[in-house]
Each structure stands twice: as structure tokens, then as C-alpha cells.
């Protein structure tokens, strides 16, 4: 059994569920030359299920080869990337915070998808999986949108919100993965991980 994974993510959320399955892991996150924020843009025409897809690979082809270049210890490398759609627009993360009002203004009292891709690469072996929930928000007046955006917990995070805080208030309904709207879909993620030695 492999005693460890690298965890190419800056979220902490991520890094509370793979404790929560057991998970050894260490951080493996990109230095200050690397232009991380470059990978997500969307490319024209994108669905949104391509682009998690890519920008999960895109993660992983990155971290693969930070580990390589930094001589650490040989190990599997987990990515995990999250999107928000809206039909078939794609909501990352807020500028600012109107851009933030701006796309829970238009989540207020929809029905939207939340897509969470994960890669592992352990050596020449490469498997991924893809979650897909589906969550309803009520109708949010002004002063709410405002009052949470003010709070700052929508920055940073993909649809300027995130499930397992403030907004939690806001949400009538989940259908899908609560772990997978927080960022790593715990199911998928121990399936992929047990396929490469790693006991869950």
C-alpha cells in the first residue's frame, strides 16, 4: 500500500476530506514562477464538462512534473478542479464583488450544476472521474446577496459561494454529492485512489 499521496490543491476543504477518509497526503502546491491561474481560463465555446476535464489534467500535468523537478519522493498526485454552470455558462471564481453580486444575482432561485473533475496519476497510470450534482437556490433578495458577498466568503470560490458555509442559508436543495460541491467528491475520489494503492 502506497503510505501517502500528494494533494495538488490550495483548498482546504479538500485536504479536511481526505483526512475524513484517511488519507495521508501532503501538499504539493506551485511555486511563485508558476502562473497557476493561467490554466483555468475558458477557452471559447468550452463546455463545462470539457473544461473541468482539461483544467483537472492541466492541474495534474503541472504538479506531475513540479514533483519531478523538486526531487521528492516518487508518490500518486491527486488534482481536483470545481466549476459552476449555469446551462452552459460557465461561473469560476468572482473578479470582485460585483462580480460576485452579479453571478448570485443570476443563481437566485435556479437550478444550477455543480462539476467537480479529479485526476490521480501514480507513475504511467492516469484515471480521472467527473461528479455532477445539481443545486437550487431561493430566491435571494439585494440585501442578502450584498450582505454575503460582504462577508467575503464568495471569493475564490467557483460561483461565488461556498456549500458548506453562510451560503448553506440560501440552498432549498442538493441533488448529487455535498463533498463534491465542496470541491472533492469523496466517492469517486477514494474509488480512483484504491485503484492506484491507496487504502481508503
Do not use: N, W
Not at 495534474?60 to 491527486?78: F, I, N, S, Y
Not at 459552476?84 to 460585483?98: M, N, S, T, Y
Not at 450582505?147 to 441533488?175: C, F, L, N, T, W
Amino acid at each position: 500500500m502506497t503510505p501517502f499521496i500528494y494533494l495538488a490543491s490550495q483548498s482546504p476543504r479538500r485536504s479536511q476530506l481526505l483526512d475524513q477518509i484517511g488519507v495521508a497526503h501532503t501538499l504539493l502546491l506551485p511555486s511563485a514562477e508558476e502562473d497557476a491561474e493561467a490554466l483555468e481560463v475558458v477557452q471559447r465555446g468550452e463546455s463545462p464538462l470539457h473544461y473541468v476535464q482539461r483544467v483537472t489534467g492541466l492541474k495534474l500535468d503541472a504538479a506531475v512534473a513540479r514533483m519531478k523537478a523538486r526531487g521528492l519522493q516518487a508518490a500518486p498526485v491527486l488534482c481536483s478542479d470545481t466549476t459552476v454552470a449555469l446551462g452552459r455558462e460557465i461561473l469560476g471564481k468572482p473578479f470582485d464583488a460585483q462580480d460576485a453580486i452579479r453571478m448570485l444575482k443570476s443563481l437566485s432561485g435556479q437550478t444550477h450544476r455543480v462539476l467537480t473533475a479529479v485526476a490521480v496519476q501514480s507513475g504511467r497510470k492516469r484515471l480521472a472521474a467527473v461528479s455532477v450534482s445539481r443545486v437550487t437556490f431561493c430566491e435571494m433578495g439585494r440585501a442578502q446577496i450584498k450582505a454575503y458577498v460582504d462577508s467575503g466568503e464568495p471569493m475564490g470560490k467557483a460561483g461565488a459561494y461556498g456549500v458548506q458555509g453562510r451560503a448553506a442559508a440560501h440552498i432549498a436543495r442538493i441533488h448529487g454529492s455535498y463533498s463534491g460541491i465542496m470541491g472533492l467528491p469523496v466517492h469517486e475520489t477514494a474509488l480512483l485512489l484504491r485503484q492506484v494503492g491507496v487504502a481508503c
